[in-house]
């Protein structure tokens, strides 16, 4: 299994650079467009700092890309995916963890799962969801989703397909670990 430290945030920080290079994009450029300050970008690009999942999100739309797919660009990527090889990544900021178990950029559907510790609690922008659908299953533990205000309170095995583009918080309120897989595809 791979955790995406060391190697792979080097190879990220270095994917990071290229997609806003192969546009043409000045780091103000890049900043510009995702919300993500300039300096930021910069230390993430240099493999100076880690960046958080609200931060990798917005960069990835910046660049029109889901957050699976600008990983998967990082890391190369087969059809083939074996269990011990799905790529994990940790968001320093929250302890969250996101297993990737199939992306390719030539496929329209992605699978995530993700691990949200105790207390957790992640937001990201209705930007994020402007050009995908996903729906999402509780696999264990229990969740809270606000998604544009609206609050949905989940349990093992319930599923939301999202609505429209809106800021959506995920939130573990409990005292346990809850697991969920996400299906996205883009539009």
Not at 182 to 187: E, F, S
């Amino acid at each position: 299994m791979t955790i995406l430290v060391d190697d792979t945030e080097a190879r990220l920080a270095r994917r990071l650079k290229l997609e806003r290079e192969a546009r043409g994009w000045s780091l103000a450029d890049l900043a510009g467009r995702a919300g993500v300050g300039k300096a930021t970008i910069s230390k993430i690009e240099r493999g100076e700092i880690s960046p958080t999942a609200v931060t990798l999100v917005r960069l990835a739309s910046a660049f029109d890309l889901t957050l699976a797919g600008l990983l998967v660009r990082a890391e190369g990527g087969d059809r083939l995916v074996r269990a011990a090889d799905q790529p994990l990544w940790r968001d320093p900021a929250t302890g969250y963890v996101r297993r990737q178990i199939f992306a390719r950029p030539d496929h329209p559907v992605e699978l995530v799962e993700v691990e949200l510790p105790p207390g957790g609690r992640v937001t990201l922008p209705a930007s994020s969801y402007a050009s995908i659908r996903q729906v999402l299953q509780l696999r264990a533990g229990a969740l809270t989703l606000v998604e544009g205000g609206e609050r949905h309170e989940l349990a093992p095995g319930d599923s939301l397909g999202f609505g429209a583009p809106a800021d959506v918080t995920f939130a573990n309120e409990s005292d346990a670990p809850c697991r969920y897989i996400v299906a996205l595809t883009r539009l």
